[in-house]
């Protein structure tokens, strides 16, 4: 089992960065890829960034490419999405979470998951 913590989500204007972290505890955190996902009001959960087990690929979701960076620290079990040029079509439930596989834009490949962290971006 993989237990997931997402932190960091708020309420700020349209143009401000926001860092969310993502604190695993179980597991050997390195032996997973971890993704980014976010859902808004009536819409599906789609995949916004993912990074393999050594951080040493990255990929994104077209809506955030250069604007939003992820990052992992396996030494301190966690997980950061640096979310710059913030837009309020960000606004979502953000989530982390972990695949024994690659990474992978499915959500349905990933095992475990957190409970979200909320970001609104008012304009």
């Known amino acids: 089992q993989v237990q997931l913590v997402e932190s960091g989500g708020g309420l700020v204007q349209a143009g401000v960065s926001l860092r969310l972290s993502c604190a695993a505890s179980g597991r050997t955190f390195s032996n997973y890829a971890v993704g980014w996902f976010r859902q808004a009001p009536g819409k599906e959960r789609e995949f916004v960034a993912g990074i393999s087990r050594t951080g040493g690929s990255t990929y994104y979701g077209d809506s955030v490419k250069g604007r939003f960076a992820i990052s992992r620290d396996n030494a301190a079990n966690a997980v950061y999405l640096q979310m710059n040029s913030l837009k309020p079509e960000d606004t979502a439930v953000y989530y982390c979470?972990?695949?024994?596989?690659?990474?992978?834009?499915?959500?349905?490949?990933?095992?475990?998951w957190g409970q979200g962290t909320q970001v609104t971006v008012s304009s």
């Open positions: 979470a972990a695949s024994s596989r690659v990474v992978t834009t499915s959500r349905q490949m990933y095992e475990y």
